[in-house]
């Protein structure tokens, strides 16, 4: 499955990357579960999206939750609960 990611505020400085294409293995359904492959790419990730963080995921600009199943093609998106602007 392809997907977008984009990343926001201290999230996207931490990482130092504002949005990526990825293609997720088929295991990963769910948003939870693409979180959990992210953390597992380096200490870096799993630090910046360690699951004691309050971070808010959206998809196709919709706030989700982590049960939510990923669709082929969406946009990603991760915050912390607040942004400046």
């Not at 088929?26 to 990730?45: E, G, S």
């Amino acid at each position: 499955m392809n997907i977008k990611l984009r990343f926001f505020a201290s999230l996207r400085e931490s990482l130092e990357l504002s949005e990526m294409d990825l293609t997720v293995p088929p295991d990963v359904k769910t948003i939870a579960q693409l979180r959990n492959y992210l953390m597992n790419i380096d200490a870096l990730w799993a630090d910046t999206l360690a699951l004691k963080k309050p971070i808010r995921v959206a998809q196709h600009q919709t706030m989700v939750e982590p049960d939510t199943l990923l669709e082929e093609g969406a946009e990603v998106a991760f915050f912390p609960p607040v942004t400046g602007g």
